[in-house]
């Protein structure tokens, strides 16, 4: 390799990890920092009506960028990989100082923030959909897992590293939860103008607008839906028999059906359709969802049950168990940073279904010691099986996005990476509305009758106990995940009506853990379970990838010795590639096991 691509593949290393570990912090800062938020823009997220805007807040950067990578990936590959990474950065950067100048106040407020985080997830989508393309670009193939690997873990962590962030500058000050991207923001887009370099295939072509449209409409549809599918509807729990989320999300199903028959039509579409032939990229694919279905929900549930149940139980105010919760999790991400990396290096040897496959496995065992504690755990225990699961999903993330990559054709990088991330980001909504949806189901069948007893032991007139057990479960979740004393909360201005000991009991630490513990380790149990099954799951789709498979553009084709061509999937229609025996050692090796495949 010459000297400037030896150089120049760190350059985008670099930078595509700093943009990667920009858009994934941004995505989970916010959720340690709410309350803080909440209470600069004078909001209490738990009154009646409300809580649709503390579910945006949330959810509104994860909809977006589920919704734009595929379009700003077929962008990338039709004008310039590292334009559109550029312009990622810079829109990042300016939405980040749009949340934090608000001078609105109240509801008013929160609307510009939803709708700033909204624009500030279109610099994030841009960002995560070339960032792997460039990489593919700039690293030869027996150099890509690593590569990536570094660059998927970064992403990965990043979303636990927000938690710690958020919790330090939230209450220092609100806004400096926003500012804190914008020197990074200014810094990479500086960067990337001045050091990136356009080494993709552009492939002109029309942009297809029908295909566009129909898939960001129905993908929008369905994501919304499963948003207000977690929210109370009249007098039930959630919302999942409300005609509004039925009709969302039965008219997306519909338009994402017609977008699938609208891009097998149109002569440039923006939806590879064609590349599903590829076995490797399905097989992939399917279980970057399937593990992203298992992992998406599992930080708001880990969070709810630190800041719930045992943090306060060993005597850290509700106050404080925003900061601590993220902290109690850094075993997640310290094991994502040990496995991410290596495995990717070895899957660039030895190949990614072996690693991808175990750490799924590792992942679903993991799911079942988690299902093994008690509510009130050990923490040395707790933190012990969060580092396993951690590098069970470090083992499977990079070598499976590696794998991914190398079986797309070079001027179907920037579309194939960002129909990757579409499955990976769609999974995250769709997991949180699952796991939300299970834990409640578990909360809903014992809680209110065992608050309802609680509160009245303690005198709270049968009124006031009856009102507070009929809220919906989501509300007591909700004040625990955003710190709050939930008791407290809920009670309001009755707890100044009771006697000292009783109000100072029921607002103490041991009242609302022990309250809900049985109710939630139930809607625990449940949520495990379906974990477990989308690992295991995952762990089949990865076993079923295929020997290791390499498509190269250019290329004399290389001799081999064995690796059938069928065991790629690839159909002939689909463009040429290489298969690489997974057990090669060295480049050289690998090269000499490469077996001519198909041309064009």
């Known amino acids: 390799m010459p000297l400037a691509s030896a150089h120049y593949k760190w350059i985008a290393l670099s930078n595509t990890t700093l943009g990667m570990l920009m858009a994934t912090i941004n995505a989970s800062i916010m959720l340690i920092a709410l309350p803080d938020i909440f209470r600069g823009i004078g909001v209490n997220p738990l009154q009646p009506g409300n809580t649709s805007l503390l579910l945006w807040l949330i959810m509104g950067y994860l909809v977006v960028t589920a919704v734009l990578v595929v379009s700003f990936g077929r962008l990338g590959d039709m004008f310039g990989r590292v334009r559109m990474f550029n312009l990622g950065f810079a829109l990042f950067a300016f939405f980040s100082i749009m949340l934090s100048v608000t001078w609105l106040h109240g509801t008013a407020a929160a609307w510009w923030l939803i709708g700033m985080r909204v624009a500030q997830g279109v610099g994030g989508a841009m960002l995560m959909a070339n960032s792997s393309a460039i990489l593919t670009d700039a690293f030869p193939a027996n150099e890509r897992g690593l590569a990536l690997g570094l660059n998927q873990v970064a992403g990965i962590a990043g979303s636990f590293i927000g938690l710690v962030l958020g919790g330090l500058l939230g209450p220092i000050g609100w806004r400096y939860v926003f500012l804190v991207s914008v020197p990074f923001g200014v810094l990479g887009a500086i960067w990337s103008y001045l050091k990136l370099q356009e080494r993709g295939i552009r492939r002109p072509a029309r942009l297809d607008w029908a295909g566009n449209l129909t898939f960001g409409a129905g993908l929008i549809a369905v994501l919304v839906g499963i948003t207000y599918g977690i929210q109370p509807y009249g007098g039930h729990t959630m919302g ?6 039925l009709s969302l999300i039965s008219a997306g199903l519909a338009v994402l059906v017609l977008f699938c028959v609208i891009e097998t039509r149109v002569a440039d579409p923006m939806f590879r359709l064609a590349l599903f032939r590829i076995r490797p990229f399905t097989a992939g694919n399917m279980a970057s969802l399937l593990a992203g279905l298992g992992r998406g929900g599992l930080m708001f549930i880990l969070i709810i ?3 719930g149940i045992y943090l306060p139980i060993h005597g850290y105010s509700f106050s404080d168990t925003p900061l601590w919760a993220g902290i109690a999790m850094l075993p997640l991400t310290v094991g994502f940073l040990i496995a ?3 495995s990717g ?7 990614a279904r072996p690693f991808a496959t175990g750490g799924m496995i590792v992942a679903a065992a993991s799911f079942v010691l988690l299902q093994m504690l008690p509510v009130n755990f050990v923490y040395w225990q707790f933190a012990a099986i969060l580092l396993l699961n951690g590098i069970g999903m470090g083992l499977f993330a990079s070598p499976n996005r590696a794998a991914i990559m190398n079986s797309l054709p070079p001027e179907r990088r920037g579309a194939g990476a960002g129909m990757s991330a579409t499955f990976q980001n769609s999974a995250m909504v769709l997991s949180i509305g699952i796991f939300f949806t299970l834990i409640i189901l578990g909360l809903a069948s014992a809680l209110p009758s065992a608050l309802s007893h609680g ?3 303690q005198g709270v007139p049968k009124a006031d106990a009856a009102r507070v057990a009929a809220l919906p479960p989501v509300a007591i979740m909700f004040a625990a995940l955003l710190g709050y004393n939930p008791v407290q909360t809920l009670l309001g201005n009755v707890i100044g009506r009771l006697p000292a000991s009783h109000a100072a009991y029921l607002t103490g630490h041991t009242f609302f853990p022990s309250l809900i513990s049985a109710p939630f380790q139930h809607g625990l149990d449940i949520a495990f379970d379906f974990a477990i099954a989308a690992c295991l799951i995952a762990a089949v789709a990865s076993l079923l990838r295929g ?8 290329g004399t084709p290389a001799r081999a010795a064995a690796a059938p061509e069928e065991d790629s999937g690839l159909p002939a229609q689909v463009p040429a590639g290489a298969l690489v025996t997974a057990g090669a050692g060295r480049p050289r ?4 096991r490469l077996t001519a495949a198909r041309r064009r």
């Not at 999942?240 to 989320?245: C, F, K, R």
């Not at 020997?547 to 250019?554: A, F, G």
């Open 589 to 592: 090796a690998a090269a000499a």
């Open 547 to 554: 020997r290791r498979y390499v498509h190269e553009l250019h």
């Open 345 to 351: 290096w070895l899957s660039d040897r030895l190949g």
């Open 455 to 457: 509160l009245v032991a």
């Open 240 to 245: 999942w028999t409300s005609p509004l989320v």
């Open 340 to 342: 991410g990396p290596v």
């Open 305 to 307: 049950w630190l800041q």
